[in-house]
């Protein structure tokens, strides 16, 4: 019978390779701690420590959706700044028109 395939969320990857870089314990250990093959998290330390070197860091998908939120919520903050400028400048003639009125 074939063992169908894992997938791993690129946060769980990188739990398990901060566990393997922060205790000091064995790639071995540890893969055999977290129930996944040694020669995979192998692959995930070296691809994590490569990534370190050249500067690069893959943004998790937690990173991606919280950018996308903020990116968002700038939108509608600068329309939100667009719309009271416009209102400030209107009242400001609206007051001017009236203090023009009253000194007649």
Known sequence: MARS????TPEYKDEAVKLVL???RAVATVARELGVNEATLGRWVSAFKARNETGQTEVTESERSELLRLRKENADLKMDRAFLKKASIFFAQEASDTNGKRSN
Request: a positive charge; zero cysteines.
């Open 5 to 8: 395939r894992r997938d791993f």
């Open 22 to 24: 922060t205790t000091g």
